[in-house]
């Protein structure tokens, strides 16, 4: 499984090769949820990160 995170645009990249992947942008917690069919990873992020354009 690969993540790319792209500052600018807020673009990613999910590359899985044997399970479907939900992916969640949830601005008010500042957290990227993404969750598989087996578990869930949660990662921070910072303002600055998720706010920047």
Known sequence: MR????????????VC???TLS???RESYQQII???CDRRLSL???DTYLMEK
């Open 44 to 46: 921070s992020v910072s």
């Open 17 to 19: 090769a044997s399970s």
């Open 23 to 25: 992916m969640h942008v």
């Open 3 to 14: 993540l790319n995170f792209h500052r600018h645009d807020l673009d990613f990249t999910i």
């Open 34 to 36: 993404i969750a598989t």
